[in-house]
């Protein structure tokens, strides 16, 4: 067991999978664990690499399995995936992880801890809690238009939708239907409570950091998108420059290159898509005012007269994913570019 150096691990609910190898990379054993065996079996080990695919619970493995002296290095599931040869076997992941390690060229996942954890868990409660109400809704909405009743789309005329159904015993409503539109409803108002209390928490952690209010002071940058950056970006040291930041975020164009021809394509859409939707609508909303109350900008106004709005609004997005790159990174406050730098 001394000459551990590397060891992949497969994460799973009950049955691990750990792949050990010596420094030259030859195979030492590739054997089960159950879950409650995990902790024990690196305790016994002396200090060694132990890499896993990012998935559900790596972050908690890697937290307790770095807390016994081991370094933790945590793989996109996408870069461990070409490694896997003949077959989808637990073995065959576990060989796959510790080949990957190896690779100089593929970079890890930084350790979260529990705090960033629980940070992003409260933004994905939110996205989830938005998502079934745009469900009720549109359920809602299409039930009433079976009966004739419509009304204007957004989340400000669900009153309006609610104050078109009928007083109790209208005819044209049944009262099954009737049953069901008030259930749909009472979803509704529950769902929009519970959004609004996550908001309010948002807003009070938002006050008390001090990186997320530098980053408010950016155009199309609310608080809900600033936790949001400062929740899946805790390190923004980890990209090597701005460009890497918005290349992560897929604001950037898919490359189809051979030889000397260079072929741009549509955005990547890799990376986080919750904080990629924020920045885009951000930028809209910067564009929209820009389009208003006009802009003392020379290169927005250029933009806006050169390229469609959804065109424009990703060239703003990914200069706003830089800008916030710089002030995390850099430090230091916001200041908008003056008329003479044409910025």
């Known amino acids: 067991m001394d000459k551990i150096a590397t060891i992949g691990l497969d994460i799973a609910k009950q049955v691990f999978q750990v792949h050990g190898a010596d420094a030259q990379g030859a195979t030492l054993f590739n054997r089960k664990l159950r879950r409650s065996e995990v902790r024990p079996f690196f305790e016994k080990l002396a200090p060694c690499i132990v890499a896993m695919e990012a998935c559900g619970s790596a972050h908690y493995w890697g937290r307790e399995i770095s807390a016994l002296g081991h370094e933790v290095r945590i793989l996109p599931g996408q870069y461990v995936k070409p490694f896997v040869t003949r077959g989808k076997t637990d073995a065959g992941d576990a060989l796959a992880i510790s080949q990957a390690m190896r ?10 801890t529990a705090t960033e954890q629980a940070a992003a868990m409260v933004l994905r409660t939110r996205v989830l809690f938005v998502r079934q109400r745009a469900n009720a809704i549109n359920a809602l909405r299409g039930h009433m238009t079976e009966f004739g009743l419509v009304a204007d789309r957004g989340i400000p005329n669900v009153s309006k939708l609610a104050a078109a159904i009928p007083d109790k015993g209208d005819p044209r409503i049944p009262p099954a239907a009737r049953f069901v539109l008030d259930e749909i409803l009472a979803e509704i108002e529950v769902l929009t409570s519970r959004i609004e209390r996550i908001d309010r928490q948002i807003a009070s952690e938002g006050k008390r950091d001090d ?46 290159s051979s030889g000397e021809r260079l072929r741009c394509g549509r955005i990547s859409k890799m990376g986080n898509p919750e904080l990629r939707s924020l920045l885009y609508l951000g930028a809209v909303s910067v564009l929209i005012a820009a389009r208003r109350r006009g802009t003392p900008w020379t290169w927005l106004r250029r933009l806006m007269d050169g390229r469609p709005l959804k065109v424009a609004a990703i060239a703003v997005a990914n200069k706003t994913a830089r800008i916030v790159w710089a002030l995390l990174t850099k430090g230091g406050s916001y200041e908008a570019p003056g008329e003479r730098a044409g910025a």
């Open 211 to 256: 990186d997320i209010r530098r980053l408010t002071a950016i155009p199309g940058i609310g608080t809900l998108t600033a936790s949001t950056i400062k929740a899946y970006v805790p390190d923004p040291a980890t990209f090597k420059s701005a460009r890497h930041f918005s290349a992560w975020l897929g604001l950037t164009p898919k490359l189809n």
């Open 103 to 112: 690779r100089p060229d593929i970079r890890s996942v930084r350790l979260k």
